[in-house]
């Protein structure tokens, strides 16, 4: 249900990028080190409370894009992040925390629209 969004040739290449095969004993296996990524894991819990605590002092252009379902972007955080003039918050519909692959191109289109080019 959770990749039930995304459509079907984004998640193949999606789920190609991040396995490797090996034909050699018919196994798949991660393309990247599981330790590497419980680390990033770990410490992005720390870093979000961190970052959340200083939101208000935030003084460069930023995007924040929020899916239409999403369990952690709540109507108190965008209240809070409005009051910040730097901060653009943009919403995708009918997207979770996967946006980015369910919503491939919407998704680009809003960051190099972002972007001052």
Same mark, same amino acid.
């Given at each position: ?13 999606y ?9 050699s004993?018919?196994r ?8 590497w990524e419980?680390? %990033?894991?770990?410490k992005?819990l /720390?870093?979000? #409370? *961190?970052?959340?605590?200083h939101i ?6 930023? =995007?924040?894009?929020?899916p ?11 209240s809070?992040?409005?009051n ?6 943009k919403? %995708?519909?009918n997207?979770?925390? /996967?946006?980015? #692959? *369910? ?11 972002? =972007?001052?080019?």
């Amino acid at each position: 249900k959770i990749f039930s969004k995304i459509p079907e040739q984004q998640l193949k290449e999606y789920i190609k990028s991040i396995f490797n095969y090996d034909s050699s004993n018919k196994r798949v296996k991660l393309d990247y080190n599981r330790l590497w990524e419980e680390k %990033i894991y770990l410490k992005s819990l /720390l870093k979000d #409370l *961190e970052i959340w605590k200083h939101i208000d002092e935030l003084q460069i252009p930023t =995007l924040i894009i929020v899916p239409q379902f999403s369990p952690v972007f709540r109507n108190s955080a965008s209240s809070k992040l409005s009051n910040n003039k730097y901060i653009t918050i943009k919403r %995708i519909n009918n997207s979770t925390h /996967l946006f980015p #692959l *369910e919503n491939p191109t919407t998704t680009s289109k809003m960051i190099v629209d972002f =972007l001052p080019i």
